[in-house]
């Protein structure tokens, strides 16, 4: 069935997914499957992917956006703009001007205050959601907005 639509991939990207991964790797094929495999072509990237294990979906999700992207770009320069876009572009590379050494400068205070041991640190904040999470959840918290009021009390 692929070799009957393969017109219409022509010039795409292509990626063929074998699922099932967790069931039978590609490694197991028999000998005419394999072959039917290669008659796919060099130009169809091939991955494997199990949902059901989670291995290689990320895979899958990686070469299809670099294939997308590269495919993007390629056509943006292509396009009648793609020789201004490049004009435009510049990057700078750093070149080093002598041979000193310029490591980066953390303050000392800094430095001591990572080294204090856990019990002589400042208290980190509470957070309005941590207040809510302590008190039981959204059902169960009230939000009280009186306690940022800035009026004055008169007597």
């Known amino acids: 069935m692929f070799h009957n639509i393969s017109p219409l991939f022509t010039g795409k990207p292509l990626v063929v ?3 099932k991964l967790d069931l039978k790797r590609i490694d197991q094929l028999t000998a005419q499957q394999q072959a039917l495999l290669d008659s796919l072509g060099s130009s169809v990237v091939k991955v494997a992917a199990s949902t059901h294990t989670d ?7 990686q070469v ?3 294939m997308l992207l590269e495919q993007r770009v390629e056509a ?6 793609g020789s201004d876009v490049l004009q435009r572009v510049h990057v700078a590379v750093p070149v080093p001007r002598d041979n000193q050494e310029r490591p980066s400068y953390v303050p000392e205070s800094v430095l001591q205050q990572k080294n204090q041991p856990a019990d002589m640190q400042p208290p980190k904040r509470i957070t309005m959601k941590q207040r809510e999470d302590m008190a039981g959840g959204p059902t169960e918290f009230y ?3 009186r306690g940022k009021f800035s009026l004055l009390l008169l007597d």
């Open 143 to 145: 939000f009280d907005l």
């Open 55 to 61: 291995e290689g979906v990320s895979q899958v999700k």
């Open 17 to 19: 997914v074998f699922s």
């Open 64 to 66: 299809a956006c670099d």
């Open 76 to 81: 943006k320069l292509r396009g009648s703009k």
